[in-house]
């Protein structure tokens, strides 16, 4: 069995007036998160750890911002098809561990349904994926709100080395 690990990371501006989309979870705040899909930093972080364990590159090169089909679409959709990329070739995942670092809204009330809507996306159980949360301390562009950034790990497998 071949196992490969992958690391992600994604930021994204928070604006006033925009809907604020995590894990596949729609927060209630006064910012959200501006960019090209939904702008969910969470699911971003996500694909392109995943991406990078099977070495397909990025989540920019597949998933383009210049592209109209992406443009306000879910990021559940982006992991949908990043899962059958690596589906294609033969990588299955075995588990994702996620790291949210915003000043607010707190997360920890939304985890288990953004685990689920993962879950749903990805082909794998809840039980194998972690989301944590932290704060930045009120410090830089985090602490300030005018943004939000993801940080995940994962393990990807193939029944064979090819």
């Not at 490969?4 to 705040?29: S, T």
């Not at 694909?47 to 920019?60: P, S, T, W, Y």
């Not at 990805?122 to 830089?140: C, L, R, V, W, Y």
Request: glycine fraction near 10%.
């Amino acid at each position: 069995m071949k196992i490969k690990v992958g690391f992600g990371f994604d930021v994204h501006q928070l604006r006033d007036g925009h809907p604020f989309y995590v894990g596949g979870v729609q927060l209630e705040h006064h910012r959200g998160a501006f960019g090209h899909s939904d702008a969910d930093v969470l699911l971003h972080a996500i694909c392109d750890a995943l991406l990078g364990a099977a070495n397909l590159r990025d989540i920019g090169f597949h998933f383009k911002n210049t592209d109209s089909r992406w443009k306000g679409i879910s990021s559940l959709v982006l992991l949908e098809e990043t899962t059958k990329l690596l589906a294609e070739k033969n990588w299955a995942i075995g588990n994702i561990d996620a790291m949210l670092c915003l000043e607010a809204p707190k997360i920890n009330p939304h985890i288990p349904a953004m685990q689920k809507n993962i879950a749903a996306a990805a082909g794998i159980s809840e039980e194998d994926i972690s989301i944590k949360a932290t704060t930045n301390e009120q410090m830089g562009f985090i602490g300030r709100e005018e943004g939000v950034v993801a940080y995940a790990v994962c393990l990807i497998t193939k029944a064979s080395p090819n």
